[in-house]
């Protein structure tokens, strides 16, 4: 008996042991008993699995030959593989199709891998022709969600934003999606990705400009690094004519260098420009749209027509100017007004959190792909955060944001004010902060709010 008890002991504590690093640390557990005991059953259960799934293809008539001569009957031949790699949040092991094999048919199948290898989840992407990979992953990496090392950022205005839901970062890249619509209802994660955007921007030589047209209170922690921030229609037009006027500029200094003389190197957007005359990139954001073009009457209604179109100028010609948007709103589309659905054609990057209708989702991403769509239906309200992204390829996947608070926002942006490019054109929208009155304001006055410095 006592021999027994010494045996159980050490078993029962090293069970409870794994049991607490699984729950607080999955990467460990993973690379201790998930990722051996995934990648053995993989390999034992491989040619099973792959003709369970009709992923096999007959054999070749030489093999077919061979087997007869033997007396045996040639088994269905499955795809080539590598071994299985282990990854931060999985394995990975790719695949040479067999011929008449497509990708297609593999994500069809990818519900059932995931079931007969015990994975969390299964995704296939298609590396060149007749390969592809296939990804596992170990666990739900969306249960929680940490920020992503800095290192991660491949080069300036490439931001690691969210992880994806295969275990890879989703990479917010400026110059490859210049434009970008984020959709979300209240408290569905969609103020914690753009602290996560700003904050990122924030620590780069970027101009960061807001329009919120709710007085403010959005962008307002973050104006110690905002070089221009307007908190009502009016002084969103008058700020969009003065984007517009910076944008002419640069495209003037773009056509002045690239015909400064036959040695001159031809160039059609900022970033061919020596980096001594290159401007510095600006990126607008656009917070709650709706507000910004709701119209009580018809002279709202021309506002709103004038400043809808300054926004697809600055959205279809921007790009080369190195001026970049980035919309928010719980809804957008054709009621805003016209021109609308063209502004939400080039606002080719799309986030959708949860949101309060189909029409909504729909609206952001039922022209890149009906699935995405369906997808953005489907997320929980108690995993605030989560959205579906995707992009004019085509291509989606889930993601959450790491939780940022706003506090947390707008310390980095204090920290970062020095960073603040200089723009004579924006002086005129400089926000102010007012520390000293947030800090001595009673219960009876009403909360103070960053207002632009006028002339």
């Known amino acids: ?88 949040s999985g394995l990975v092991m790719r695949l040479r199709m067999a011929a008449g094999q497509a990708p297609e048919d ?13 994975a969390h989840a299964v995704h296939v992407r298609p590396t060149k022709p007749g390969r592809l990979e296939l990804r596992l992953v170990g666990w739900d990496v969306l249960a929680e969600v940490r920020p992503a090392r800095r290192r991660l950022a491949p080069g300036p205005l490439c931001l690691p934003l969210a992880l994806r839901e295969d275990g890879d970062w989703h990479v917010r890249d400026f110059r490859t999606v210049p434009h970008e619509l984020i959709l979300g209802a209240t408290q569905s994660g969609k103020s914690v990705y753009l602290r996560n955007l700003l904050c990122g921007l924030a620590r780069q030589s970027v101009v960061l400009v807001g329009i919120d047209c709710k007085w403010g209170v959005e962008l307002a922690p973050f104006a110690p690094r905002l070089s221009a921030l307007a908190d009502n229609p009016d002084r969103a037009n008058e700020l969009l004519d003065v984007l517009l006027e910076e944008m002419e500029a ?83 589309g054709s009621e805003l007004g016209k021109g609308a659905t063209m502004l939400r054609a080039q606002l080719t990057g799309r986030v959708c959190h949860r949101v309060n209708d189909e029409s909504s989702a729909n609206m952001a991403l039922a022209d890149i792909s009906p699935e995405a769509a369906l997808a953005a239906t489907s997320i929980p309200a108690e995993r605030p955060g989560v959205a579906v992204v995707g992009d004019s390829s085509g291509g989606w996947s889930r993601i959450r944001s790491p939780h940022l608070t706003l506090d947390d926002a707008a310390a980095v942006c204090r920290d970062t004010s020095a960073l603040v490019p200089e723009l004579p054109r924006l002086d005129a929208f400089r926000p102010v902060a007012v520390d000293s009155a947030r800090a001595s304001s009673s219960s009876t006055a009403s909360v103070p709010t960053v207002r632009p410095v006028t002339e």
């Not at 460990?28 to 369970?52: C, E, H, I, K, Q």
């Not at 495209?251 to 401007?279: K, N, Q």
Request: proline residues 7%.
């Open 1 to 88: 008996m006592t021999d027994t008890v010494r045996v159980l002991v050490p078993v029962l504590l090293i069970l409870v042991a794994l049991l607490v690093v699984r729950h607080r640390m999955p990467v460990v557990f993973w690379w201790l008993v998930g990722y051996p005991v995934v990648a053995l059953r993989v390999l034992v259960s491989y040619r099973a699995t792959m003709d369970a799934c009709g992923l096999t293809v007959p054999a070749s008539a030489v093999r077919r030959a061979t087997a007869r001569m033997m007396g045996r009957q040639a088994a269905p031949v499955p795809p080539r593989h590598s071994f299985p790699l282990p990854t931060g």
């Open 106 to 118: 593999f994500t069809a199948s990818a519900d059932r891998l995931r079931h007969a290898w015990g």
């Open 250 to 332: 640069r495209f003037r200094l773009i056509g002045l260098r690239s015909g400064a003389g036959p040695d001159a190197v031809l160039t059609s957007d900022v970033w061919g420009l020596p980096e001594a005359v290159r401007p510095v990139p600006v990126v607008v954001v656009v917070d709650e749209v709706a507000e910004l073009f709701l119209a009580a009457g018809k002279d709202d209604e021309k506002r709103r027509d004038a400043m809808v179109t300054k926004l697809i100028r600055l959205a279809q010609l921007g790009r080369a100017a190195g001026i970049y948007l980035e919309v928010c709103g719980q809804r957008f």
